[in-house]
């Protein structure tokens, strides 16, 4: 189970499957990420942050434990499904290291660029790379929604 908030900034209550609080996370803010590569058009409203732990439990192979992360990102997206009740997350803003882990991953269709990047697309996510932005991290974003996400 995930958190989900309506507050900004941070921190996050995180809890864990049977309702107990398990941490509380520091992220940091994304208000520099977002307007330099959204400009105008940035997103005012946080509706949610999902976590996965890169680490598989003792008994999965890591080539399956990774594709795990998509349900992370089907996750992020119905959050701005729910929020909004229109739409859907449609693309990804990340660090280098969650790039690195997003590259591995079997949906994972890449492209070259350069600056802060389109590098591919995850599914029906289009996911852009910037190297300013806090390590671990990631943004899912639809117009003025995003989520947050981090892996661990």
């Known amino acids: 189970m995930y958190s989900y908030t309506n507050q900004n ?6 809890p864990d499957k049977y309702g107990g ?34 680490t598989p439990i003792a008994s999965v192979p890591w080539i399956w434990h990774k594709e ?20 859907q997350g449609n693309w990804i803003i990340a660090s ?4 690195n882990t997003f590259e591995c991953l079997a949906k994972f269709n890449g492209l070259d660029g350069d600056g802060v990047q389109k590098i591919g ?5 289009a996911v852009y790379q910037d190297v300013h932005y806090a390590s671990r991290n990631f943004l899912m974003v639809n ?4 989520v947050t996400g981090s892996i661990t």
Do not use: H
């Not at 998509?70 to 729910?82: G, R, V």
């Open 9 to 14: 900034p941070f921190p996050v209550l995180i």
């Open 21 to 54: 609080i398990v941490n509380s996370v520091e992220v940091p803010s994304t208000d520099a990420c977002l307007s330099r590569f959204c400009g105008s058009c940035k997103p005012t409203k946080v509706v949610g942050t999902v976590m996965w732990n890169r």
């Open 68 to 87: 795990s992360l998509y349900d992370a990102l089907a996750q992020c997206s119905n959050f701005i499904f729910t929020a909004t009740q229109r739409r």
């Open 96 to 99: 280098l290291s969650v790039c």
């Open 121 to 125: 697309s995850i599914g029906e996510f």
């Open 143 to 146: 117009s003025d929604v995003y």
